[in-house]
């Protein structure tokens, strides 16, 4: 029997819960999006390929977007990982395309939304799952401490997570969307208060929308089967249920003992075999673990023993390993209990993080790549300084560093273009100002032209002389010369447009 | 003597003198009898009084002045403080008994008189004289100032420390809900609500989250009340003169009128030294156990606050004086302190208790827990668990006091005068019986006493049920008039008067001879719309009696009462009728009331009985109200 992996991957490549990007998507999957000229999901990829812990990952698309993904994988993909792309189907939310690949899903899995772009060390925050013996972990990027003394504004609220931890910011305690909280009141129940007598109500993280979940939250869903979204239904509920009454779980919880007895073979083994390497650390362990009853423990046990050994590389693994056979034996003692945990990246650290899940945060991102070591750990693709030997073509000379050029770009004279990601086979004219924007492959730009803030997808035209601002236009589209636009979305059909 | 915090803090002595309020009386009535004849803050603790140790750590903590504020007994705590020469053994401080000229209710009026008096000039440490604590003052004030610098609105910084809920040192019932700014320690929240008024879900307005990145909701605080107070506070007293309590008046006050007054309050939270209020004979038993056991050190037997003690330590924190004279087969097995001149009898076992100076305890006697102050005789044979006893008590021979939760005291000087602690602390005065003679007759006679009031009550409880139920019967004959229901109210609370009754009692009472005509019906459906009209009928002459909690529980009784007359017929449509109440939108029953029921009798239910069916009846509508208790929007009942 092969080794089983310890944990698998799932990217929603083309599934969302909401589209936010359009028109941008209209042509392209989510995962095929570039940003400083690489698609998003090479940015997960290359996460994924960093931690050494994945060999295998699943890339959820839809039916419309499978042939492109499919291209670009068996093309342009050149990383170690076997890339396996499934379809589910048309308007799936996050929770339902889990659903619909539950047979392809054994252990414990990371779930990553198509459009985040991280380089948090996952390896902490699978450490953090192992020790905690999770059913989920979380991970939440802190924003920047406010001036003190600043109150917030009641609109800073809007859109925010009130999200409860523990003291040392390890366990989830309390989930609540400040646009699911009725009549201004946020609610904490007083169980939760009894288990944990002091809560930290956190209005500074945000949701990287990035979790590892345990096998057996699969067959919840089976069980829920109205749930669409994992972030606003499935973790929710998870959350919750730490500290209720696991009456209603207790279907899922017979599902899981029976694959966990199976499962529990697997990873005792690995144990077993990896006990050999660290033979102090695991002589507490293993009676631990054949101790615990055959539950969801046992796997869980089961799975810290064999991470802490197999990474051993990690930070202090055998005092981690010490501490899972300690979390494991009083696991036993209360043995349907589960743990939602977070990882929660400091805002201090250099750790990057970032959802594309609007426009602006988009150009964003786009400009955080193209600044590189600076901002995040990803290298923009870019091509490398004289390549382009055209006659008359200024394109070193027109950028500043902030910005990333792709390959065979041709600019003419007395051009700037600052903070901006050019797409390969971009020609821009003469006397352009491009501020902050995104152009995407075989972009025309004509003369006298000043963008900022704006996005130019693939194969457009944006004709002399044209002024936009705050403006995204869609694939295959003409601008007209001297056009001035503001904050529009200009798409195929010329007269119509959208918000 | 203990060290003295005669370190000088150059920084606070360049300032302006540091000065604390002491206010050496807690406006309650826990330790009556002791406090009929002494104050309070005189009552030893350990060894000395308890003044000595908070004016101990006041000195220890660089305060250079210290205003001594009494109102019961005051003659008694200045002379005190004189006899004992506390200023000279305190050598860094200068000490001012304030005796209370007006009338003194609570800390509020205390204070506005401490106010009136100008003696304070700056920010100032304000301390009951029941605290003990070790922590140290020097950066705590240094705190507060550095938050006044930034906060000019800042008036009290309070003192809490982390304790479990579930931690001893919490007296009974005692659960407060406090959030602060993570950041900056700010006070966002008190909730001194009892366990009983709280709802399942804490809610928080989002404003005070608007606050704070970090909202540190804690249900394990432990007040220690000290307080560093600024003389804001005390015009902001003298302001809102109905302030009486700092803790449930003060702090609501200042947080709910934070858009009106402007002020902020901050919360230093302990995280290791030892803060701790006898507020109660059970807090008291906690903290002298502390102290033996050493957990407020430097404050402890042996530091010989008072002169002429001579406390040593020896193993199992067992604490003896010179000249104590003990059997040879007598056992101090741990944790008590024996004073000067006491004599312990052959085959005595002391446990966890304090026996003072000139003690004559017998032989073969056991103190458990036992708290005697000086010259109390314990004659041969007695058993004392959990008791406090005064100056000069006897206790009998072979007598035996036992507390089970709650502490005896003794009041001092009787002989085995007894005063018995209600565990229910929160009833009226007159609850507790005040008996004389001697303690082992008067326990069992007192038992006998309760029995024969119950079966009193029993009779009473039935003969009331009679009348209501003649009442109703007419009223229901009448019930076509549109004020009926005004009438049978008006009716039913005269008799309810008359025989001395709850609201409880009559909603018990009202409920099953107001259901009792829905039985007739031939079939379930019949009886289940009976109901209905019955109750849409005379819920607002329920809704009249239910008025608290209770009377919701004595509601869902009073159904079941229903189920159980008129040969079960109502049985089959218990859970029906509990939801038709439950389901009134004037809030007449709420899930809390009926799964608080189910609890109760799902414990005493045998096998078969009435109760057990009944529970069986309600199975499903419980079931559904605890996924609704728990707040939980799907529908599991697959």
Same mark, same amino acid.
């Given at each position: 029997m092969p080794p089983r992996p310890e944990f698998q991957a799932v990217i929603l490549a083309a599934v969302a819960d909401g589209d936010t990007l359009a028109p941008l998507t209209n042509s392209l999957p989510l995962g095929l999006l570039p940003v400083a000229n690489r698609p998003l999901l090479s940015y997960q990829l290359e996460l994924l390929t960093r931690s050494h812990s994945f060999k295998q990952v699943l890339v959820l698309t839809v039916e419309r977007w499978l042939s492109q993904l499919a291209t670009w994988v068996s093309e342009s993909y050149k990383g170690p990982l076997q890339v396996e792309l499934l379809v589910v189907p048309d308007r799936a939310g996050s929770a339902d395309a889990l659903r619909h690949v539950r047979a392809h899903i054994v252990t414990d899995f990371v779930l990553i939304a198509g459009d985040v772009i991280t380089d948090v060390p996952f390896q902490r925050m699978a450490d953090l799952h192992r020790l905690q013996g999770a059913a989920m972990t979380a991970l939440y990027r802190e924003s920047a401490p406010r001036e003190a003394g600043v109150a917030k504004k009641a609109k800073d609220l809007d859109g925010i997570d009130f999200v409860g931890v523990d003291e040392r910011g390890q366990r989830l305690l309390s989930v609540e969307a400040a646009a699911d909280c009725e009549g201004g009141v946020v609610s904490v129940s007083q169980s939760l208060l009894r288990a944990y007598p002091h809560v930290t109500l956190r209005t500074d993280l945000i949701d990287a929308h990035v979790y590892i979940f345990a096998p057996w939250v699969l067959d919840v869903l089976e069980l829920k089967e109205h749930f669409v979204s994992a972030k606003f239904e499935l973790v929710p509920y998870l959350v919750r249920k730490q500290f209720l009454s696991k009456a209603n779980l207790s279907k899922a919880k017979l599902a899981?003992?029976?694959? !966990? +007895?199976? /499962?529990?073979?697997? !990873?005792?083994?690995?144990?077993?075999? &990896?006990?050999?390497?660290?033979?102090?650390?695991?002589?507490?362990?293993?009676?631990?673990?054949?101790? /615990?009853?055959?539950?969801? /423990?046992?796997?869980? #046990?089961? #799975?810290? &023993?064999?991470? /802490?050994?197999?990474?051993?590389?990690?930070?202090? %693994?055998? +005092?981690?390993f010490a501490m899972a056979a300690g979390e494991a034996t009083r696991r036993q003692l209360d043995h349907d209990d589960f743990r939602c945990c977070c990882y929660i990246m400091p805002h201090d650290a250099a750790v990057y993080c970032l959802r594309v899940s609007s426009l602006k945060e988009y150009v964003q991102a786009n400009l955080?790549? +193209?600044?590189?070591?600076?901002?995040?750990?990803?290298?923009?693709?870019?091509? %490398?300084?004289?390549?382009?030997?055209?006659?008359?073509?200024?394109?070193?000379? %027109?950028?500043?560093?902030? %910005?990333?050029?792709?390959?065979?770009?041709?600019?003419?004279?007395?051009?700037?273009?600052?903070?901006?990601?050019?797409?390969?086979?971009?020609?821009?004219?003469?006397?352009?100002?491009?501020?902050?924007?995104?152009?995407?492959?075989?972009?025309?730009?004509?003369?006298?032209?000043?963008?900022?803030n704006s996005v130019v997808c693939s194969n457009s035209e944006v004709r002399e002389g044209a002024s936009l601002k705050d403006v995204q236009v869609a694939a295959g589209v003409t601008v007209e010369a001297g056009a001035n636009h503001k904050g529009e979305s200009i798409t195929e059909e010329m007269d119509t447009e959208e918000d | 003597m203990a060290p003295k915090g005669g370190k000088k803090d150059d920084d606070l002595a360049q300032q302006e003198v540091l000065q604390a309020v002491v206010l050496a009386d807690s406006f309650a009535s826990h330790f009556r009898p002791m406090t009929f004849q002494m104050p309070k803050v005189l009552m030893p603790l350990g060894s000395v009084p308890m003044i000595e140790y908070t004016l101990e750590f006041l000195a220890a903590g660089g305060v250079q002045e210290i205003y001594i504020f009494c109102c019961a007994h005051?003659?008694?705590?200045?002379?005190?403080?004189?006899?004992? $020469?506390?200023? =000279? =053994?305190?050598?860094?401080?200068?000490?001012?008994?304030? *005796? @209370?000229?007006?009338?003194?209710?609570?800390?509020?009026?205390?204070?506005?008189?401490?106010?009136? =008096?100008?003696?304070? *000039?700056?920010?100032?440490?304000?301390?009951?004289? $029941?605290?003990?604590?070790?922590? @140290?003052?020097?950066?705590?004030?240094?705190?507060?100032?550095?938050?006044?610098?930034?906060?000019? $609105?800042?008036?009290?910084?309070?003192?809490?420390? =982390?304790?479990?809920?579930?931690?001893?040192?919490?007296?009974?019932?005692?659960? *407060?809900?406090?959030a602060l700014s993570g950041e900056t320690g700010r006070l966002l929240m008190y909730d001194e609500a009892v366990k009983e008024g709280w709802a399942t879900k804490v809610r928080l307005p989002m404003a005070l989250l608007q606050e704070t990145d970090r909202f540190e909701l804690h249900r394990d605080l432990y007040d220690t009340h000290i307080d560093v107070c600024t003389p804001e506070l005390l015009v902001l007293l003298q302001d809102n003169f109905d302030w009486q309590d700092l803790r449930r008046d003060l702090l609501p006050g200042v947080l709910g009128q934070f858009e009106m007054l402007g002020k902020t309050i901050y919360t230093h939270v302990l995280s290791t030294e030892y803060a701790a209020r006898v507020h109660d004979p059970h807090t008291y038993d906690v903290v002298s156990r502390d102290l033996l056991q050493r957990w407020a050190f430097p404050l402890v037997p042996d530091a010989n606050l008072l002169p002429g003690c001579s406390y040593r330590c020896t193993a199992h924190c067992v604490y003896q004086e010179a000249g104590v004279s003990l059997a040879r087969s007598a056992a101090i097995v741990r944790d008590s302190a024996i004073g000067e001149g006491t004599t312990i009898g052959e085959r005595t076992v002391v446990e966890g208790s304090v026996v003072g100076r000139d003690c004559v305890v017998g032989v073969g006697v056991t103190l458990s827990g036992c708290y005697l102050w000086g010259g109390v005789i314990v004659e041969d044979g007695a058993t004392l668990t959990g008791c406090i006893c005064g100056e000069g008590v006897r206790i009998g021979l072979l007598a035996k006091c036992s507390a089970g939760t709650g502490l005896t005291l003794l009041g001092p000087g009787g002989h085995g005068r007894l005063w018995k602690v209600v565990p229910t602390a929160a009833s009226l005065g007159f609850d507790r019986p005040v008996a004389q003679g001697q303690c082992d007759d008067e326990l069992s006679e007192e038992e006998d006493e309760e029995l024969e009031e119950t079966n009193l009550e029993d009779v009473e409880n039935e003969q009331f049920a009679t009348a209501v139920r003649e009442l109703i019967r007419d009223a229901l004959r009448s019930a076509d008039k549109d004020d009926a229901v005004e009438n049978l109210a008006l009716e039913l609370n005269g008799l309810k008067f008359g025989a001395d009754r709850t609201f409880a009692d009559s909603v018990r009472a009202i409920v099953p001879p107001l259901l009792a005509e829905a039985a007739s019906a031939p079939t379930k459906k019949a009886k289940v719309a009976n109901l209905k009209r019955a109750l849409e009928k005379w819920a607002p002459l329920l809704k009249k009696f239910v008025q608290s909690k209770a009377d919701q529980r004595a509601l869902v009784e009073g159904v079941a009462a229903a189920c159980e007359q008129a040969n079960e017929g109502l049985l089959e449509v218990f859970d029906h009728a509990l939801k038709l109440l439950y389901d009134r939108e004037d809030d007449l029953l709420d899930e809390q009331a009926i799964l608080k029921w189910a609890a109760a009798v799902e414990e005493e239910a045998e096998e078969g009985s009435l109760e057990e069916r009944l529970l069986q009846q309600a199975d499903g509508l419980l079931k559904w109200l605890r996924e609704s208790d728990d707040e939980e929007e799907d529908d599991d009942d697959e």
């Open positions: 899981a003992a029976r694959r !966990a +007895s199976g /499962a529990a073979d697997g !990873a005792v083994d690995s144990v077993a075999s &990896g006990g050999g390497g660290a033979p102090t650390a695991t002589g507490s362990g293993p009676p631990a673990v054949t101790r /615990a009853p055959s539950d969801v /423990a046992c796997t869980k #046990g089961g #799975g810290a &023993g064999s991470g /802490a050994v197999g990474g051993g590389g990690a930070v202090g %693994s055998a +005092s981690a955080d790549v +193209s600044r590189e070591s600076r901002v995040t750990h990803y290298e923009k693709a870019e091509a %490398s300084e004289g390549t382009v030997v055209k006659e008359g073509n200024f394109v070193h000379k %027109s950028r500043d560093r902030d %910005s990333t050029l792709g390959e065979a770009v041709e600019v003419a004279g007395r051009t700037a273009i600052k903070k901006s990601s050019i797409g390969p086979h971009c020609r821009i004219g003469m006397n352009v100002k491009i501020t902050n924007c995104v152009l995407m492959d075989h972009v025309v730009i004509g003369d006298k032209v000043s963008m900022s | 005051a003659d008694e705590v200045e002379r005190y403080i004189v006899e004992s $020469d506390m200023e =000279r =053994r305190l050598a860094t401080v200068s000490l001012h008994v304030l *005796k @209370s000229q007006g009338e003194c209710m609570s800390a509020g009026d205390a204070l506005r008189e401490v106010e009136a =008096r100008g003696v304070i *000039k700056s920010d100032f440490v304000l301390v009951p004289g $029941d605290v003990i604590a070790n922590l @140290s003052l020097a950066p705590l004030i240094a705190a507060h100032k550095a938050r006044r610098e930034v906060d000019r $609105d800042a008036v009290l910084t309070t003192v809490m420390a =982390r304790v479990p809920a579930s931690h001893r040192a919490r007296r009974g019932g005692e659960e *407060k809900l406090v």
